[in-house]
């Protein structure tokens, strides 16, 4: 009897398809022979070919639905299989975040991938319905949350590959045997002795598959696969192996639409006019991040991570200004919506573009769960003239402040995995030592001309570009439509409301009211009290007790999966 099938791996798009067959199944159980149709009978069918193989209904019976004629399916044993690195790219905004959860309403990158793997025969499960990893050698360096971008996220997974099988094991004395008693006969006869042809060494170009375009033509078009590496280790782990990873979190300057100076309340006191950033003073909070500190006070604790460690190593951020990607929007060089002074004291100049592009850059070895929205958010109270740049150290100090501040976490979307690196054991340079094979390298047609991958990211930037022109357009003629000064309606106000404007890189600002400095803001629990309410939520004694059965659990799959592969050894 076949294993019952574990539905909660299920894509998506598989679950679909079952309901459908389920559907069609009753349609047909339950109507009447003279009611159903030929059409209908038709579509019934189909339905239930597409079903997958190994199903149960929700009795538990099997279901037996009818397998075509043909069946083009490949082999697995015919194929050789090799462990590779493949480094991709994907735009995080329509996506539940990177790892596959069948709960989440939106689809994942791993769930596209695995669609994508599938369909090309890369990998060949037994049920494809069913994403599971664990028997292919999967990992993955980063694990992006919803919305967050990638591009230079890597996964390490073993496919199908072009290597030839390995030939039949023969006796080799008998086999030697053979050659000499022909080639004495072919002398004894008088004929030329044949040379025994060398096997020529399998060329990873010419002879492999071509795994960047194969998926790339299967993936959607904001998830694109860069490069391979055909030359992992053996024991080669993405997430174990990566000694660094680079973020960058993208802002504009201004931050949103600034208030004319006419309307400025005549009672606010800001250090910063509002709508626009002190890059110098964020750039000087960010230097502060540098180097080993304790991050509790700038991350969100997982309940089920049971961590004790908070430590981290930062080796750089900083802001830095993006070239070349001004949009003209005009009306943000007038007077009325310019600070008086830049971010080094001297007087905006007549004319400068805006508005410009700046990202924060940070570069570590790892990261806590949302250490770098953490990190950004109080950037930019710092950069908004709300908080000192010194307000990172005292969080930073976690005996003094041992409890997070409940501030508010940047968004999501303009996060982006930019790059991971895996150097060699003591390479102070900390120079990749990955041989990347980046999409062109192979053949310079996968990557210009017609479907390339320049032109599928082409098509891809074009779209949002002219969306881009159009909105800056639309924006520039709503901002010089009226002469605010005017005031026909004798009922307008004279200024804009006392409140305090918060930008936490979305695309607008929010009303906060009175601003509460970061120290006076309401605290959250300790760690520790957060994982001893979750471990009494689970049914054990305390936070120590579960961790330690979950050490215990941890060291009895250790031990069992040492036994089965000395067993398998032998």
Same mark, same amino acid.
């Given at each position: 009897?076949?294993?019952?099938?574990?539905?909660?791996? $299920?894509?998506?798009?598989?679950? +679909?398809?079952?309901?459908?067959?389920?559907?069609?199944?009753?349609?047909?159980?339950?109507?009447?022979?003279?009611?159903?149709?030929?059409? *209908?009978?038709?579509?019934?069918?189909?339905?239930?070919?597409?079903?997958?193989?190994?199903?149960?209904?929700?009795?538990?019976?099997?279901?037996?639905?009818?397998?075509?004629?043909?069946?083009?399916?490949?082999?697995?044993?015919?194929?050789?299989?090799?462990?590779?690195?493949?480094?991709?790219?994907?735009?995080?905004?329509?996506?539940?975040?990177?790892?596959?959860?069948?709960?989440?309403?939106?689809?994942?990158?791993?769930?596209?991938?695995?669609?994508?793997?599938?369909?090309?025969?890369?990998?060949?499960?037994?049920?494809?319905?069913? +994403?599971?990893?664990?028997? $292919?050698?999967?990992?993955?360096?980063?694990?992006?949350?919803?919305?967050?971008?990638?591009?230079?996220?890597?996964?390490?997974? @073993?496919?199908?590959?072009?290597?030839?099988?390995?030939?039949?094991?023969?006796?080799?004395?008998?086999?030697?045997?053979?050659?000499?008693?022909?080639?004495?006969?072919?002398?004894?006869?008088?004929?030329?002795?044949?040379?025994?042809?060398?096997?020529?060494?399998?060329?990873?170009?010419?002879?492999?598959?071509?795994?960047?375009?194969?998926?790339?033509?299967?993936?959607?078009?904001?998830?694109?696969?860069?490069?391979?590496?055909?030359?992992?280790?053996?024991?080669?782990?993405?997430?174990?192996?990566?000694?660094?990873?680079?973020?960058?979190?993208?802002?504009? *300057?201004?931050?949103?639409?600034?208030?004319?100076?006419?309307?400025?309340?005549?009672?606010?006191?800001?250090?910063?006019?509002?709508? /626009?950033?002190?890059?110098?003073?964020?750039?000087?909070?960010?230097?502060?991040?540098?180097?080993?500190?304790?991050?509790?006070?700038?991350?969100?604790?997982?309940?089920?991570?049971?961590?004790?460690?908070?430590?981290?190593?930062?080796?750089?951020?900083?802001?830095?200004?993006?070239?070349?990607? %001004?949009?003209?929007?005009?009306?943000?060089?007038?007077?009325?919506?310019?600070?008086?002074?830049?971010?080094?004291?001297?007087?905006?100049? %007549?004319?400068?573009?805006?508005?410009? +592009?700046?990202?924060?850059?940070?570069?570590?070895?790892?990261?806590?769960?949302?250490?770098?929205?953490?990190?950004?958010?109080?950037?930019?109270?710092?950069?908004?003239?709300?908080?000192?740049?010194?307000?990172?150290? *005292?969080?930073?100090?976690?005996?003094?402040?041992?409890?997070?501040?409940?501030?508010?976490?940047?968004? %999501?979307?303009?996060?982006?995995?930019?790059?991971?690196?895996?150097?060699?054991?003591?390479?102070?340079?900390?120079?990749?030592?990955?041989?990347?094979?980046?999409?062109?390298?192979?053949?310079?047609?996968?990557?210009?001309?017609?479907?390339?991958?320049?032109?599928? +990211? /082409?098509?891809?930037?074009?779209?949002?570009?002219?969306?881009?022109?159009?909105?800056?357009?639309?924006?520039?003629?709503?901002?010089?439509?009226?002469?605010?000064?005017?005031?026909?309606?004798?009922?307008?106000?004279?200024?804009?409301?006392?409140?305090?404007?918060?930008?936490?890189?979305?695309?607008?600002?929010?009303?906060?009211?009175?601003?509460?400095?970061?120290?006076?803001?309401?605290?959250?629990?300790?760690?520790?009290?957060?994982?001893?309410?979750?471990?009494?939520?689970?049914?054990?004694?305390?936070?120590?007790? /579960?961790?330690? %059965? @979950?050490?215990?659990?941890?060291?009895?799959?250790?031990?069992?999966?040492?036994?089965?592969?000395?067993?398998?050894?032998?």
């Amino acid at each position: 009897m076949d294993k019952k099938p574990d539905y909660s791996r $299920w894509t998506k798009e598989a679950l +679909v398809q079952r309901v459908q067959a389920l559907e069609a199944e009753r349609a047909a159980s339950s109507a009447p022979r003279s009611q159903v149709t030929e059409q *209908q009978s038709a579509e019934i069918a189909a339905a239930v070919l597409q079903q997958p193989q190994s199903s149960a209904d929700n009795d538990g019976r099997e279901l037996k639905p009818k397998k075509k004629k043909t069946d083009n399916k490949i082999d697995p044993s015919k194929y050789t299989t090799r462990l590779v690195a493949f480094k991709l790219a994907y735009i995080g905004k329509n996506y539940g975040g990177f790892e596959f959860q069948a709960s989440s309403a939106l689809s994942t990158i791993e769930e596209e991938l695995w669609k994508a793997l599938v369909k090309s025969c890369l990998i060949m499960p037994e049920n494809p319905a069913e +994403v599971r990893w664990d028997d $292919w050698e999967y990992s993955k360096c980063g694990r992006t949350d919803r919305g967050v971008s990638a591009f230079g996220q890597v996964i390490g997974i @073993r496919v199908r590959s072009n290597r030839p099988l390995p030939k039949q094991d023969v006796t080799p004395a008998s086999s030697e045997q053979a050659e000499v008693v022909k080639q004495e006969n072919k002398k004894a006869a008088g004929e030329e002795t044949e040379e025994v042809a060398e096997e020529k060494p399998f060329d990873d170009f010419k002879d492999e598959l071509q795994y960047c375009k194969i998926l790339n033509r299967l993936l959607p078009p904001d998830i694109r696969i860069l490069a391979w590496c055909p030359t992992v280790p053996a024991d080669f782990s993405a997430r174990h192996d990566c000694r660094e990873r680079q973020y960058r979190y993208f802002f504009t *300057q201004p931050a949103y639409s600034p208030i004319p100076n006419s309307l400025e309340h005549p009672k606010a006191t800001v250090k910063v006019k509002d709508g /626009w950033l002190d890059i110098e003073a964020m750039r000087k909070a960010a230097k502060k991040f540098e180097g080993a500190h304790d991050f509790r006070n700038f991350c969100k604790i997982d309940p089920s991570k049971l961590i004790t460690n908070f430590e981290r190593r930062i080796f750089e951020c900083d802001i830095v200004e993006v070239e070349h990607v %001004e949009t003209a929007l005009p009306y943000l060089s007038q007077p009325e919506f310019r600070p008086a002074l830049d971010n080094t004291g001297t007087e905006v100049a %007549e004319g400068t573009r805006c508005p410009k +592009v700046y990202y924060f850059h940070v570069r570590g070895s790892a990261f806590l769960w949302h250490q770098i929205r953490c990190m950004v958010a109080v950037i930019f109270m710092v950069g908004q003239g709300l908080e000192a740049p010194e307000v990172v150290d *005292q969080l930073l100090d976690y005996q003094a402040q041992p409890r997070r501040p409940n501030y508010v976490l940047a968004s %999501e979307f303009p996060l982006v995995l930019w790059d991971c690196f895996f150097p060699r054991a003591g390479d102070l340079e900390r120079k990749d030592a990955l041989d990347w094979v980046y999409v062109g390298e192979d053949s310079p047609l996968n990557k210009h001309g017609a479907f390339g991958l320049v032109d599928d +990211v /082409w098509e891809f930037w074009r779209e949002r570009k002219m969306d881009e022109i159009l909105s800056g357009q639309l924006l520039n003629v709503v901002a010089g439509l009226a002469d605010i000064d005017k005031r026909k309606d004798p009922r307008a106000p004279p200024h804009v409301a006392l409140s305090q404007r918060m930008f936490e890189g979305g695309n607008r600002e929010r009303l906060v009211g009175k601003y509460q400095p970061m120290l006076n803001k309401s605290k959250l629990p300790l760690p520790e009290d957060t994982y001893e309410k979750e471990a009494k939520r689970r049914g054990y004694k305390s936070a120590a007790h /579960w961790r330690e %059965e @979950r050490n215990n659990n941890a060291a009895i799959r250790r031990s069992a999966a040492a036994k089965a592969e000395e067993e398998g050894g032998e």
